[in-house]
């Protein structure tokens, strides 16, 4: 089964998929983007993730080339022509080409791209072992509600989360914890869920409202509100939610044990529910 990408107005193999050197998403990071997943064909939550990509493009000022269901044609047919069951779909759209200049001399057409990739979800060992993470000073500007694709903050925190054998970095800003390099991140604190709250430093993700809506319809108590470095050590459980790794427990932060060091009973039972919710 091949891997799909559609480049403006075509589709075609993957490995033959190119855009301009002068392309301003290339150029100076001047896009934006977002990762839908894909169970059994389905694309999981489109209509959530084409809402973002509106307000993202919007906060940029970036004409956006396509309706919300022009969006999910496209999507649809790229999932189709790929074949893979289980997949993650990439819509990135950039100001468009234009030679080097941090000013924009006029309307210019957005570059669109969309990839389809088979993907493959970590084995449920991962899951029942849980993951360690590190924390690492929150060095990226002050609009992360952007999904932009300027993300070099991101790529050196994971990397040095990798290289410190974690599987994720957290940002942490003034002695508060943030979210991840590619998740959102919860504690549980007694019988409470707490979780930073939207706004310019986090990216709300569509797998983290989907959670925090699951744990209400359970009669979890919910609160978002700030969560300290001290309150991430202290939870009885952390986790973390993502469009690629779902609900993840965490059971090490900086190599120190959280709660009894395995997973908790608020992340088994959510990490349960959102299962059924795609299934």
Not at 29 to 52: K, Q, S, T, W
Not at 111 to 130: D, E, I, K, N, Q
Not at 161 to 186: K, Y
Not at 262 to 272: A, N, P, Q, Y
Request: glycine share 8%; with cysteine; charged share 20%.
């Amino acid at each position: 089964m091949p891997d799909i990408a559609f480049v403006n107005d075509a589709f075609m193999p993957l490995s033959e998929a190119h855009v301009s050197v002068e392309d301003r998403g290339f150029q100076f990071g001047d896009g934006v983007y977002e990762l839908l997943r894909v169970y059994a064909g389905v694309p999981y939550r489109p209509a959530e993730h084409f809402a973002r990509l509106d307000r993202s493009a919007a906060a940029l000022g970036i004409p956006l080339p396509y309706t919300r269901e022009q969006w999910a044609a496209l999507v649809s047919e790229a999932v189709t022509r790929s074949g893979h069951p289980a997949a993650k779909v990439y819509i990135q759209v950039t100001r468009g080409v234009s030679p080097r200049d941090h000013v924009v001399s006029g309307p210019l057409k957005p570059t669109v791209v969309l990839t389809v990739r088979a993907l493959v979800p970590p084995g449920a060992a991962f899951y029942a072992g849980g993951a360690s993470v590190v924390t690492v000073p929150d060095i990226r500007w002050t609009r992360c509600d952007i999904k932009s694709v300027c993300l070099l903050a991101n790529v050196l925190a994971k990397q040095q989360a990798r290289d410190a054998g974690a599987f994720e970095a957290l940002f942490v800003r003034d002695g508060c914890v943030l979210e991840g390099t590619t998740s959102n991140v919860m504690v549980v604190q007694g019988a409470t869920l707490v979780t930073p709250p939207e706004g310019p430093w986090l990216l709300s993700g569509v797998t983290r409202q989907v959670v925090l809506a699951l744990a209400q319809a359970a009669g979890i108590p919910v609160k978002e509100q700030r969560v300290t470095e001290a309150d991430l050590f202290a939870a009885d459980e952390v986790f973390l939610t993502g469009t690629t790794i779902e609900v993840l427990p965490v059971v090490r932060v900086n190599g120190r044990r959280i709660g009894t060091g395995t997973t908790g009973r608020v992340t088994g039972l959510l990490m349960s529910r959102f299962g059924d919710s795609h299934a």
